[in-house]
């Protein structure tokens, strides 16, 4: 009987007794593994896994923890950069003799996983890292205060004849028709606003600051003075 078992992202064709070099395995020399990934048994009745076969397993002895052959990787950039280097490389590797191939119950053995993913130093297996505490949720922010409407918005201007709202400085055609549009036409309206009601106006002119900062309040009691 043989098996095609799947570790360190690579497939074998293994039989009883095989030598096998493997992408390293969380283990010491003299400890039985397991490999449990086995995509097809052979022999007088094949199975073929979908992906795996279910209860099969491949039982091997560590025989030692060893690394391939040295790989050189050269690099060179020509022209403008006319760089070089050269670097190597040694996979760290886990040499088995499998022992036992298992058609079925090899999920009741007890015997231990072969984990590819593990780190050997040394021959001892290294703590898996500590997994990142999950990021505290951001608090939420702060509801923004909301103003008072101003109680002396009109739905049109007095006696059909608005002001030149635009004799604010920052005031524009397109923000005087906003400030229309909010019941806002006479220069004694914005004179007559207090913070709160400004806070309001603000949200609704989507200008923030803007009230106070270009001293709507100020100009606007001087142009309504001028018109008395």
Request: net charge positive; hydrophobic share 40%; no cysteine.
């Amino acid at each position: 009987m043989f098996a095609v078992l799947k570790t360190g992202g690579k497939q074998y064709r293994v039989q009883a007794g095989d030598l096998l070099r493997v992408e390293r395995i969380a283990a010491q020399a003299g400890e039985t593994v397991q490999f449990n990934e086995i995509l097809m048994l052979g022999g007088d009745s094949p199975v073929i896994g979908a992906p795996t076969v279910e209860g099969a397993g491949v039982q091997a002895e560590v025989i030692d923890q060893i690394k391939a052959d040295k790989v050189i990787h050269y690099v060179k950039r020509r022209r403008k950069h006319s760089s070089q280097r050269t670097k190597g490389h040694r996979q760290k590797l886990t040499l088995v003799k499998v022992t036992d191939i298992l058609a079925s119950g090899a999920d009741a053995t007890g015997v231990k996983a072969a984990i590819g993913t593990g780190s050997v130093s040394g021959f001892v297996v290294e703590a898996a890292a500590p997994a990142k505490a999950a990021k505290a949720p951001k608090a939420a922010a702060a509801p923004a205060v909301e103003g008072t409407k101003p109680a002396n918005l009109l739905s049109e201007a007095r006696d059909g004849q608005p002001d030149d709202l635009k004799k604010i400085s920052g005031v524009g055609p397109k923000l005087e028709g906003l400030l229309h549009e909010n019941g806002v036409f006479h220069f004694d309206q914005i004179a007559a606003w207090t913070s709160s009601e400004i806070a309001y106006m603000d949200d609704q002119l989507s200008f923030k600051g803007r009230i106070e900062r270009d001293g709507w309040i100020d100009q606007a009691k001087q142009f309504a003075a001028e018109k008395e």
